[in-house]
């Protein structure tokens, strides 16, 4: 069976959450059941916060999804996102390098319905299964911001390095 791909709009709060556990863990309510009861192992995962309206990674589903009360996500919230998935290989941006939504979204097949300077309504519920197409275009967009920090990284730690030696 064909990956199915996510789109998964996180509160900043529970943004926050996840980066402190590394993000291996995502819960979905209980509304969203009968939708996310077709996530499965191996399917990819975008993260959008709608807060910052940036899209600031990604990851891969590890896990069939589970039913579990163990409180993780938000105290303020009404629910504990008690359906749930385990995560692996996630690709997370510094929050100084998230992409921003704006640049991406009027290019998604995903958004078209909406009037262009409403785009952000069409993300605005918690989980969205995207295209293929769209996949691609944001993580495409989130490798590019990846690699090019990772390349100001390299080229800072060699000028320290020749620094320590003079």
Do not use: C
Request: hydrophobic content about 35%; proline content about 3%; overall charge positive.
């Amino acid at each position: 069976m064909a990956n199915t791909y996510w789109l998964v709009n996180l509160s900043s709060e529970n943004y926050k959450i996840l980066k402190k556990r590394s993000f291996d863990i995502l819960g979905f309510s209980k509304k969203d059941n009968k939708l996310t009861n077709k996530i499965d192992i191996n399917d990819n995962v975008i993260f959008y916060v709608s807060d910052f309206r940036s899209f600031v990674g990604q990851a891969r589903v590890n896990s069939k999804k589970f039913h579990e009360t163990k409180q993780i996500w938000d105290k303020n919230s009404d629910e504990n996102l008690p359906y749930r998935v385990k995560l692996n290989n996630p690709k997370i941006l510094d929050e100084n390098n998230f992409v921003s939504a704006y640049h991406v979204a009027p290019s998604l097949n995903y958004i078209k319905k909406w009037a262009p300077e409403n785009w952000y309504l069409a993300l605005l519920s918690p989980v969205h299964v995207i295209s293929q197409n769209d996949y691609s275009i944001i993580s495409s967009n989130l490798d590019s911001v990846n690699q090019k920090t990772k390349i100001i990284r390299k080229n800072k730690s060699r000028r320290n390095k020749k620094k320590k030696k003079v």
